[in-house]
């Protein structure tokens, strides 16, 4: 996972765009309401909050809704979330009012934060390629694997998957949050993490963890063949997080990366690379380390740029196993 610094000038200036114009849309939804108790809890303040409060802060707005609608409870959504998971033809007749009483109220939310017909359609003044294109993330935050840059002229051709860290079927108020918004791979969105419900006492959050201890390490399985595995703390939030993303097993389909790495080492001494570098600077064409990185083993060598390319994570941990790191 990567981790996305929620302070760096970008991200608060992209939080800001999208804080205006998602403010006027959902006021403006808002006004339409004829529940007086939820028109009231979603004053302005409140709204603001929803869209731009840190991840550690959203959940309590999803509690708070249900005390502040005197008809509903956390309790019976709790119920309700998992009673959708059973057939109606299964359901209890009192189960069954309690499913269309809930899916009515997720209907009603919906509207207001409305991001599947709303914030996700290409024709919105104001839509996820404007955000994509603003956080700028290239490749996927939870696996950095695959690609997932944005192509938004002429016609909004490609951009990431925004995955919902807290689903937004089950937390609907936080469909619109901004440090709810994952820009993700379809893989990781869609068919590996799907609606798994995450904590964060127990899961990174790439928003949030700074400091992700884990470790991608290559031993050789037979002459010619490598293996690798993600070493890491059991039970530790990198420990669920790589489970649930199925990263160790998706990473396997890599190898042949590892077999290209040992092949640089036996072709380039660190020694050579680094000659390499005194020579171009002498012609004048200054090379940093970064750059001779960049160039040797196609990844970023700083952490913060690893989004910039696929496999950054994992190449730079096996590059400093095959002791190759570069150093002035």
Same mark, same amino acid.
């Given at each position: 996972?990567?981790?996305?610094?929620?302070?760096?000038?970008?991200?608060?200036?992209?939080?800001?765009?999208?804080?205006?114009?998602?403010?006027?849309?959902?006021?403006?939804?808002?006004?339409?309401?004829?529940?007086?108790?939820?028109?009231?809890?979603?004053?302005?303040?409140?709204?603001?909050?929803?869209?731009?409060?840190?991840?550690?802060?959203?959940?309590?707005?999803?509690?708070?809704?249900?005390?502040?609608?005197?008809?509903?409870?956390?309790?019976?959504?709790?119920?309700?979330?998992?009673?959708?998971?059973?057939?109606?033809?299964?359901?209890?007749?009192?189960?069954?009012?309690?499913?269309?009483?809930?899916?009515?109220?997720?209907?009603?939310?919906?509207?207001?934060?409305?991001?599947?017909?709303?914030?996700?359609?290409?024709?919105?003044?104001?839509?996820?390629?404007?955000?994509?294109?603003? =956080?700028?993330?290239?490749?996927?935050? !939870?696996?950095?694997?695959?690609?997932? $840059?944005?192509? /938004?002229?002429? #016609? +909004? *051709?490609?951009?990431?998957?925004?995955?919902?860290?807290?689903?937004?079927?089950?937390?609907?108020?936080?469909?619109?949050?901004?440090?709810?918004?994952?820009?993700?791979?379809?893989?990781?969105?869609?068919?590996?993490?799907?609606?798994?419900?995450?904590?964060?006492?127990?899961?990174?959050?790439?928003?949030?963890?700074?400091?992700?201890?884990?470790?991608?390490?290559?031993?050789?399985?037979?002459?010619?063949?490598?293996?690798?595995?993600?070493?890491?703390?059991?039970?530790?939030?990198?420990?669920?997080?790589?489970?649930?993303?199925?990263?160790?097993?998706?990473?396997?389909?890599?190898?042949?990366?590892?077999?290209? =790495?040992?092949?640089?080492?036996?072709? !380039?001494?660190?020694?050579?690379?680094? $000659?390499?570098? /005194?020579?171009? #600077? +002498? *012609?004048?064409?200054?090379?940093?380390?970064?750059?001779?990185?960049?160039?040797?083993?196609?990844?970023?060598?700083?952490?913060?740029?690893?989004?910039?390319?696929?496999?950054?994570?994992?190449?730079?941990?096996?590059?400093?196993?095959?002791?190759?790191?570069?150093?002035?």
């Amino acid at each position: 996972m990567i981790y996305l610094d929620p302070y760096s000038p970008h991200i608060l200036k992209a939080k800001k765009v999208h804080q205006e114009k998602s403010f006027t849309l959902i006021k403006k939804r808002v006004n339409k309401l004829s529940t007086c108790e939820l028109k009231g809890f979603l004053d302005d303040l409140r709204i603001n909050k929803i869209l731009t409060d840190l991840p550690i802060n959203l959940e309590k707005h999803h509690m708070d809704l249900f005390e502040a609608l005197p008809d509903y409870s956390i309790e019976d959504w709790n119920r309700y979330v998992l009673l959708k998971q059973i057939k109606n033809k299964d359901r209890t007749q009192g189960q069954k009012e309690i499913v269309n009483k809930y899916n009515n109220l997720t209907i009603i939310v919906g509207k207001i934060f409305k991001y599947k017909g709303g914030f996700d359609r290409k024709r919105s003044t104001y839509s996820a390629y404007d955000l994509a294109q603003a =956080l700028c993330v290239q490749t996927c935050t !939870y696996c950095n694997r695959l690609y997932t $840059k944005t192509v /938004k002229n002429p #016609n +909004k *051709t490609i951009r990431p998957e925004f995955d919902h860290w807290f689903p937004k079927e089950n937390y609907p108020i936080l469909a619109l949050s901004f440090y709810n918004l994952i820009p993700s791979c379809h893989v990781c969105n869609s068919s590996v993490k799907g609606t798994t419900i995450m904590n964060l006492d127990d899961f990174l959050h790439p928003y949030v963890d700074d400091n992700i201890d884990y470790k991608f390490s290559y031993w050789i399985k037979k002459y010619g063949r490598y293996n690798f595995s993600i070493k890491r703390i059991k039970d530790s939030k990198e420990d669920n997080t790589i489970k649930a993303f199925k990263l160790e097993e998706i990473y396997k389909t890599h190898r042949d990366e590892i077999h290209d =790495l040992v092949r640089i080492k036996k072709l !380039y001494s660190i020694s050579y690379l680094l $000659k390499l570098k /005194k020579m171009l #600077n +002498k *012609t004048g064409q200054k090379t940093s380390i970064e750059e001779l990185y960049r160039l040797a083993f196609g990844v970023h060598y700083n952490e913060s740029n690893f989004h910039k390319r696929p496999l950054s994570k994992m190449k730079k941990d096996i590059i400093e196993e095959l002791k190759m790191k570069l150093d002035e």
